[in-house]
């Protein structure tokens, strides 16, 4: 009866107390609380929560009444968590807080077990359970139960150890009290440590739900699922459904592991790896002696190389966006079948907003992405300067987006096999070998190149690139820019056939810290976005530039030669300056060696006595006027130029100049910049074909430059002095029927354009190759001379292009004459036609019957001149024709493998071995049945040339020789 006055006593007098102080209740609970919630557990940062596992106002009024009662300095409520044998703190208002005690540890575990209230004296304590029990403390420790009677947890009541001990009072209050505080975390839902797992994912939702951001929705998710396991950060990581493979987010990596790149591992790897393959979740008890365990995708952190649970995490769809990993078990300890439940419901929740943060980042990224091609476009329309200004500002533009230390351009010389690129802000020619370093690497294969970390240990670096630049490499990314052609040779080859490296982008060292100096995804997809973008600039700058002012400038500015020289091979070069070419600033001032000591050359020959004044468009070429005025350099005016020793630069000079020194330029008024667009479009569109390619373009150009270049100067005699003889004099001689009278300047026009254009977009492979297999263009023409006739298109297709028709000026009339001559010059290099042409070449050019104003008549001889530069290579000096022959025999064995393995009747003669007799027999029925007949007749028709007949008799020989001494 005694006590039940006094707990009565104490009770009444705590109801007094509270209604005098009433007005001050607020400021009180504020001073007292100091409740855990889910993220203090981890961070120990007290938060203020109404909608927690268990409610607060409950947990403040009870322990407002048992402060009340019994004086207490702090108080701790512990969740009992039977399964893992745990005690959860869920309520402290201590400083010093621990937030899971080990069942079975000194006073609590005696609490617990014995389910009886334990006193412990400061003094008098044997054992202590972690630094919330100090010394200074007198403790008292009883069980809680619920309202079944069950122990769910322990209440803690500390007093300092100078006031009075506990009384029987005391104690039967506390124990009153705490059966309260057991009924309130039962109805909370929480009998164990987790709580209602309703409001668990409740509350996780609610947090996660506020972030948007990837890198602080991964932070927030793993505080957070760490303090529901009182574990330490779990790891989420991040699956990339298209290629197949995971990785661990920077912001999610363990602090030990800060300054390692971020790897990506397959989707079959490591544990990781199991649990997307199982999609369901993973209890494994010892991580590192687990069989799918690999130390480089698990790691080798302590907190997951033992007790760990690993699952999936979804998307709304079911699709796999992520794996969830906890550990935080020691190697005696495992997680119970209670939290495999848990972390379904929680992997489920992360899912949702996960997937919503990774829309969010594809979001930014085409952001940043839009912005990049915005400047770049931006570049184009504002640079009003120079091009070199352009790449200037491209170089810039992926410095800002990308967070770059450094961006370079390298422009690809296809025929040089060399790549172009600036070092500081002059355009220095610093240049590279094709297949080499990574640039080079990259230009070969067209394929992106990523070295994410340790680019200094990369054995293709380039360091003297390095050197020159003043950078020092961490981190690579190189990717291709690459060109689109009009036309392709096949439905099968068409996506290759149209895409060609034309330069690549360099971009060194990431800056800042949101990812740790690495490049990711999203770099790598704005790189490509980028490359293809500056490609398609580039392209439309001609465009742009063919309406800006010539300007003059010196040699020596390095920045309009390289810039100039490079862009200009690839992309129809955009030259908004007057540029002397590569060949006039090379030539000398002395005399034409092969043109004879008698003729002197000066360095300004292009620019005086032009043959505009010497005809004009209705007329044909003047009969009289002073060779010494028709302008030739040393390089060009030789029959056995050799297109191998000159850069691609140098081959599109020379280009240029044979229009230039027939003064086709300037009498159809053709801007410089649009013959270089033609010039270069043209070129761009010859395949990497032994044979059928840029080089034979420009050898059967310069042949017939060279055949008419003969006729027009008086000395063409002097070319082969070492081997000219003298020739008798027939109707048809220089002497007697006049060449100036006979073509018109659209004449030379056509035949330079049809024999620079007459094999474009040739794949190697021959018309009966094509008709064989129903090819797209063999269905296309009908089985009509097929090539020849795709030729003729690519041609006009070509000159169809803003800024590169270089017939634009031609009235209406003219332009279908030219055009009709353009196409009857192609068209009559097919083989096919070869005999009908001798045997009409030998009727026409009988003395009395061919008349040079009959159009048909002076049709056959310009399709003559282009058919026989065509079928030159025999007429050249023996090393070039032993090249153009290996070449061309190099094709016919490509084209008869190709025959072979696509179960063709194979063609024959193109089975013939290098230095075979069969090579020999091919090349000598050549010559006897094609090459001679047709240049015998010229010969007798046109001047200059007899050297080119002896030559043919000299190869002839060749081939004779071989084929004895490969029957020995």
Known sequence: MDLYRGVLGRILQIVIARNIIAAKEDEFREGIQHKTSLDELYTGK???????????????????????????????????????????????????????????????????????????????????????????????????????????????????????????????????IGRHIGSALQRAGCPDRYGSEENLLLDLIASLSKEIELASLLRVASEMISSIFCSKPCRIFLVNRKKSEYHLPLQNLCPNSLDEPIRHFPASIGIIGATLQSGDVLHIPDACTDPRYDAMADGRDEMFIHSILVLPVRNNSGEYIGALEIGCKTSEESFQKQEEDLVRGIAHCLGLSLWNALRFESAKLETRKSDALLATSQAKYNSNEHVSNVFTAFTNIACKFLSVQHATIFFVDELGHTLHSRIDSKWNAYSIPMGQYIQGKVALSGELEHVPYDAQLHPELDQSYDELAKIKCKSILCAPIKSRTVLSMKKKQARRAREKVLAVLYVVNKVGFTNGGYFDDGDIELIKALSFEMASVVHNKAWELMFQPELSTSDTDESVQVANAFLSQYTSAAYNVRRRSSFERRRSAGNNAELGNTLNVPNNSLGEQSLKTKYNKSSGFLSHYNVKALPCHDTLCHWGLDPWKHSSTELTDLVVNMFETFELRDHFEIPLLTLRRFVMNVK??????????????????????????????????????????????????????????????????????????????????????????????????????????????????????????????????????????????????????????????HEKFKPGVFQPTDESHKELLINTIVHSADLSNPTLPYDLHIRWSFSLLQEFNMQYEEEVSLGLLPTSYMNAKPNSSD??????????????????????????LEGCLQNIQENRQTWINQIASSSQ
Request: a negative charge; one cysteine or more; hydrophobic letters at 40%.
């Open 46 to 176: 007290a938060l203020s929560r109404s909608d927690g596992v268990v409610k607060e106002s409950e947990f403040v009024d009870l322990i407002s009444i048992l402060r009340g009662a019994v004086q207490t300095k702090h108080c701790s409520v512990f969740s009992f968590d039977k399964n893992s044998t745990r005690l959860q703190c869920v309520y402290t208002d201590h400083k010093k807080w621990i937030p899971v005690l080990q069942y079975g540890n000194g006073i609590v575990r005696k609490c617990v077990e014995e389910n009886q209230t334990i006193q412990y004296h400061a003094n008098a304590v044997p054992e202590l359970d972690g630094n919330m029990f100090e010394k200074k403390f007198n403790s008292l420790s009883l069980p809680i139960h619920d309202m079944n009677g069950v122990v769910n947890g322990v209440l803690l009541v500390q007093i300092e150890r100078n006031e009075p001990y506990w009384d029987n009072i005391d104690e039967e209050i506390a124990n009153c």
């Open 684 to 841: 761009n569109q010859y395949q990497n074909v032994p044979y059928h390619n840029f080089y034979h373009a420009f050898s059967t150009l310069h042949t017939v430059f060279m055949m008419l270049y003969a006729q027009v100067k008086l000395t063409a005699k002097r070319v082969f002095t070492e081997s000219a003889q003298n020739s008798t004099k027939d109707p048809l001689s220089p002497t007697n029927f006049r060449f100036e009278q006979i073509f018109a300047p659209k004449d030379v026009l056509a035949m330079f354009v049809a024999a620079y254009c007459h094999d474009m977009n040739h794949n190697g492979r021959n018309n009966e190759f094509h008709i064989r297999t129903s090819s797209r263009i063999a269905l296309m023409y009908n089985d009509h001379s097929v090539l020849e006739n795709m030729h003729a298109a690519a041609c006009f297709e070509t000159l169809r292009h803003p800024g590169q028709n270089v017939l634009a000026t031609l009235d209406e009339k003219e332009y279908h004459l030219i055009r009709k001559s353009i196409i009857n010059a192609i068209l009559a290099t097919d083989m096919q036609n070869h005999a009908n042409m001798v045997a009409s070449l």
């Open 919 to 944: 090579q020999g027999q091919v090349n000598l029925a050549f010559i006897d049945s094609c090459v001679f007949p047709l240049w015998s007749i010229l010969n007798s028709a046109l001047n200059g």
